[in-house]
């Protein structure tokens, strides 16, 4: 398995989409069953936070955005099925290859549909989803502004924009736990499951410099969502931002 080079401090927004891209190949194959671990069991009952946050009906047209292997896609579907669809898109054939698999012919699932494209320029007209939803990845797009932006234009008016993602606990004690946690347990857990920690400890590094929640509150008011607005998951390690386009 070639091994991924060292995250740099900073990257070029070219080199980081790059490497996110090698990175997201290399692990495609174990990226569920590290997740589980990763969070304690905790990321799908997450992602079906976040779906619900959607206030779906049936019939509604939603897009997960940098969707993966399909977790919060498949979440959304539960929502919207029979009549309604789930566009997901990523840039990550392996990741999309492994979302189709899990899918397959199965009810609710069969509504969603995985295509690849880009978060920076998203391949839809204006007001096309009644929802849009992205997980676990904002911190991982080289321009959060633009792809903010890009949710933004893509809601019909009044549609809702769920964000889960990471975060630092805000509790000092938490906070320290937490830097251990990741700066030692996930790129460990990383090299046991995958056999290399470069990828988890990228992982862990770009949390470091990802907005924190009130930035990223004004981050999504800068690009026009209204009544944003956000809930902390298990003290604070994991947000769900909600925005109203
Ligand atoms: C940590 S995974 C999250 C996957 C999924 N949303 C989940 O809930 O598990 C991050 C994903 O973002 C994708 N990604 C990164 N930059 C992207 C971009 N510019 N456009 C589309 N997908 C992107 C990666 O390919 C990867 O599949």
Request: proline letters at 6%; hydrophobic letters at 45%.
């Amino acid at each position: 398995m070639p091994l991924l080079p060292k995250p740099h401090v900073s990257l070029y927004a070219s080199d980081k989409a790059q490497y996110i891209q090698a990175l997201f190949s290399q692990i495609a194959p174990r990226y569920d069953g590290i997740n589980r671990v990763l969070s304690l069991g905790r990321d799908l009952a997450w992602r079906r936070r976040a779906a619900a946050q959607c206030a779906l009906q049936p019939g509604r047209q939603v897009l997960d955005v940098a969707t993966g292997t399909g977790d919060l896609a498949f979440s959304l579907a539960c929502h919207v099925a029979p009549h309604g669809q789930v566009i997901g898109l990523d840039l990550n054939a392996e990741m999309l290859a492994i979302a189709r698999k899990k899918a397959g012919k199965r009810d609710p699932y069969r509504v969603c549909r995985f295509i690849q494209g880009d978060a920076l320029q998203l391949p839809f007209p204006d007001h096309a989803f009644h929802a849009v939803t992205i997980g676990f990845a904002l911190r991982n797009v080289t321009d959060i502004s633009t792809c903010l932006a890009q949710m933004y234009r893509v809601l019909k008016p009044d549609g809702r924009m769920v964000c889960l993602e990471l975060a630092r606990p805000e509790k000092r004690v938490w906070r320290q736990l937490h830097a251990v946690y990741l700066r030692l347990i996930i790129p460990g857990i990383g090299r046991l499951g995958h056999g290399v920690a470069a990828p988890y400890q990228y992982l862990a590094n770009s949390l470091t410099d990802f907005p924190g929640r009130k930035q990223l509150v004004q981050l999504m008011l800068g690009v026009g969502f209204k009544q944003v607005h956000y809930v902390n998951l298990l003290g604070g390690v994991a947000t769900i931002h909600v925005g109203i386009a």
